[in-house]
């Protein structure tokens, strides 16, 4: 899922704005920015950066050393909601009404997408790789990355900024945060070959590891326990490499809560996926 952070030939003869550049105009204080009488330019610059996948939120850290977020990224995001008026969007049954720099975006047969007809939509400064596939109604939202071969299934959301890596599969219903402020938190980022069973959802900068398979109705946070019991450890806000993960549950501290029988969800991780066994199997052999 690695990106260049270098600048794109392919922005510099048109756009006058290269990443380094763009790095620079958008790190300043917010104030200086909206003055500046490039800003129309460099927000069309950054804008087209991210719908091309050179220009990201988050960065993988060489090594496997984690993820860091991009803060600049997300700054040329808000200015262009600080800058640009309300203004009537075409298309659609009803009138839309929003920041003219985030219209919807609009695809050609020749990038590769199928966007299924029935009440889908991808923001303006999203990114999709070629043979993502987006069943409706669904929404991606403005500085999402979306890797090739990735399915977006029916009612799910792609937050803003979210990172997905290339042929993951988000199942029905599924929710994907998205942060936009502060600039500088990272946005969930769920890698490459993960598969995300319906109705789960993944907020506040959680890091779905590459090849993890998440159950139907796993919620994550960054707060959130998961118990490892391959591993017999806690850990929070990431679900590690090839790690099945199924709801569960706890039980509270405290002599109320044993009278009432109550319990609080803990996501579990059951298993780890051997490198032949693929997502529908491993998740089949946890919950037997």
Known sequence: MSAPESASPSLEPDLRFGVERLDGFFSRATEAVLDDPLLPI???????????????????????????????????????????????????????????????????????????????????????????????PSYVNVGAWVGEGTMIDSHVLVGSCAQIGAHVHLSAGVQIGGVLEPPGALPVVVESGAFVGAQSGVFEGVLVGRRAVLAPGVHLTASTLIYDLVEETIRRGQVPEGAVVVPGARTPRGAFAEEHGLS?????????????????????EALR
Request: glycine share 12%; aromatic share 6%.
């Open 42 to 136: 460099a927000l069309e610059a950054a804008i087209t950066g991210l719908e091309r996948g050179v220009i990201r939120a988050a960065l993988p850290v060489a090594d496997g050393g984690g993820w860091r977020a991009v803060p600049w990224v997300k700054t040329a995001i808000l200015a262009g909601f600080r800058s640009t008026p309300i203004v009537e969007m075409p298309g659609g049954a009803a009138p839309a009404l929003d920041r003219a720099a985030f219209p919807v975006r609009r695809f050609e047969a020749g990038d590769g997408i199928r966007l299924v007809p029935g009440g889908s939509a991808v923001r303006r400064g999203a990114h999709l790789a070629a043979g993502v596939v987006v069943m409706p």
């Open 264 to 284: 609080l969800f803990a996501p579990i991780i059951v298993k780890y996926r051997d490198a032949s066994t693929d997502a529908a199997t491993a998740l089949e």
